[in-house]
């Protein structure tokens, strides 16, 4: 019924940027929050960023001050810019959404995954 697919990873050096972009489509009556999260290998997934709807951003400590998610609701679209990387930064990103579906069911939904590799 709803798929979110995520675009924009890569590799990138220490202190580049990387713009990730996380679309939601399918039967879709409104979407409570949008969020990315990051697991590197043999860690726990992690909450990088968050948008409950309507509301403002919450950070993982981590990444405060160099990650900016942002919104655009018409297009059910999160984006997560990515500033000063760093190694520890890499991951592979999944994007995630809160969603009522227009049967009415009340869902996570989960992107595909992109890997995102912060290395010299």
């Known amino acids: 019924q709803v798929q979110l697919v995520e675009s924009g990873g890569g590799l990138v050096q220490p202190g580049g940027s990387l713009r990730l972009s996380c679309a939601a489509a399918?039967?879709?009556?409104?979407?409570?929050?949008m969020g990315w999260y990051r697991q590197a290998p043999g860690k726990q997934r992690e909450l990088v960023a968050a948008?409950?709807?309507?509301?403002?951003?919450n950070y993982a400590d981590s990444v405060k001050g160099r990650f900016t998610i942002s919104r655009d609701y018409a297009k059910n679209t999160v984006y997560l810019q990515m500033n000063s990387l760093k190694p520890e930064d890499t991951a592979v990103y999944y994007c995630?959404?809160?969603?009522?579906?227009?049967?009415?069911?009340?869902?996570?939904?989960w992107g595909q995954g992109t890997q995102v590799t912060v290395s010299s």
């Open positions: 399918g039967s879709i009556s409104s979407i409570n929050a």
């Open positions: 995630n959404a809160n969603i009522r579906t227009r049967a009415g069911w009340i869902r996570d939904y």
């Open positions: 948008s409950i709807s309507g509301g403002r951003p």
